[in-house]
């Protein structure tokens, strides 16, 4: 007897219809046919997608809670169709020391509606052995705030330990960004002065400097919102030269231009700063891209009312990818299955999560059923995040979230959210 049966999915737009059984947490049959199971869910021809996976969140929990915290953010997540997450290190205190990370830990295990796992900061290399240990999803480093030396100490240290873990960059040259800077704040402090003060030129050296040092030592690495054509182009060339790096888009930059700083001021501010439309990496250019990371960053509007100089960066994304791809998957500039590639299957992949990012018999059911013909305009005074606001705020979007299942465990239907214990993935 099996613990749910779901009937009458669609597993991609012109496929026949399918029962999914579960039991134990997994699949464990895809069928023509319904079994018998002590409960069955009528999908009526939805389309099941796997659970999305967010490579790059920030929960803000430890510390910063009053921005967002395990719970509210899993919220958003179940809500735009997220079963996994996995959280950056930039809280208070950093999860870059083996007890900060235990920390984490415990609170994800507390709060989290969303199984997920935990990105290891990197500041004091004597702990990156201990770290290892508790398998964190990846070590991540912020090059806009350190110098070369601690790069390369750094990149030399995790691969006497972990030479197959994955490093994850947030790619921007301190130098440049500091000189141009200081320069832009003399201009004054108009919100698209931002984009000029982090130019994609800090972006490429970045990168041009990472790609080196992956080469050099053979070490995985993921990069970060890439906002610029010229860095997916370098990524590009070095994978097909056999160097294992990996890119990462944002849906902020993927679908806006720094024309949007003009239009919603600090709220559309982000590191790195939306690109003109001569450096925007569009949609067209998604089959080179490996994954979609929202980088959600929440933040209060009390801060972001602030000047362009003291406002934080960031804007909340688990609550928009979907509907917007969807939405493009109604217009036929994509399909389902690139979806599944960008926000399933490579995330997986690329951090080694086990069991997840597939619908096949003996994967976890994690299971996003989504109606392709449902309406709405993106409002932020409907998000479950702390954070009410977006660039996307007015977007008409066709296509969204109806039901997600975190290991066979009903957690959102309609918007409504529902209890559960969000576990630790490694």
């Not at 001021?265 to 569009?282: I, M, S, V």
Request: proline fraction near 6%.
């Amino acid at each position: 007897m099996l613990d749910l049966c779901l009937v009458n999915c669609k597993l991609d737009i012109n496929a026949k219809e399918v029962c999914l059984g579960i039991k134990d947490e997994i699949i464990v049959s895809i069928k023509k046919l319904p079994s018998n199971a002590d409960e069955t869910i009528d999908l009526k021809g939805k389309i099941v997608l796997p659970g999305l996976i967010d490579v790059h969140v920030h929960f803000r929990d430890p510390g910063l809670t009053f921005k967002e915290d395990f719970h509210t953010g899993s919220a958003a997540a179940v809500a735009g169709g997220f079963t996994t997450v996995l959280d950056m290190p930039n809280t208070l205190p950093p999860t870059n020391t083996p007890q900060a990370f235990k920390e984490k830990l415990k609170i994800g295990a507390k709060k989290s509606l969303v199984d997920f796992g935990i990105h290891a900061g990197v500041s004091d290399l004597s702990y990156i052995k201990e770290l290892v240990a508790l398998r964190p999803a990846s070590f991540k480093i912020f090059m806009d705030l350190v110098d070369d030396d601690f790069l390369m100490e750094a990149f030399s240290k995790i691969n006497s330990v972990a030479p197959d873990h994955v490093i994850s960059l947030h790619a921007e040259d301190s130098k440049l960004v500091q000189q141009y800077t200081e320069m832009m704040k003399k201009e004054g402090n108009d919100p698209e002065l931002y984009s000029l003060a982090r130019p994609p030129q800090a972006e490429i050296e970045a990168v041009e400097s990472a790609i080196s040092l992956a080469g050099k030592y053979n070490q995985k690495v993921h990069f970060c919102h890439v906002s610029t054509k010229k860095s997916l182009q370098l990524i590009h060339n070095a994978r097909t030269a056999g160097c294992p790096v990996t890119s990462e888009i944002t849906p902020h930059h993927l679908f806006l231009d720094s024309n949007y700083l003009n239009l919603f001021g600090n709220l559309a501010k982000t590191n790195p700063p939306l690109r003109d439309k001569e450096n925007q990496l569009g949609i067209q250019y998604l089959p080179e891209i490996d994954v979609i990371g929202t980088d959600h960053a929440p933040h209060t509007l009390e801060e972001k009312e602030k000047n362009v100089w003291d406002a934080p960066p960031g804007v909340p994304g688990l609550e928009t990818i979907l509907p917007l791809l969807l939405t493009q998957v109604n217009r036929g500039q994509l399909n389902l299955k690139d979806i599944k590639r960008l926000l399933c299957e490579n995330p997986a992949k690329i951090f080694n999560i086990p069991n997840k990012g597939f619908i096949s018999e003996g994967m976890n059911a994690d299971l996003v059923g989504v109606d392709l013909k449902k309406e709405g305009v993106i409002d932020p005074d409907n998000f479950h995040s702390k954070a009410r606001y977006s660039p996307f705020e007015g977007f008409n979007v066709k296509g969204m979230p109806v039901i997600t299942m975190v290991r066979g465990n009903l957690v959102m239907e309609y918007d409504n959210i529902f209890k559960n214990n969000g576990q630790f993935v490694y």
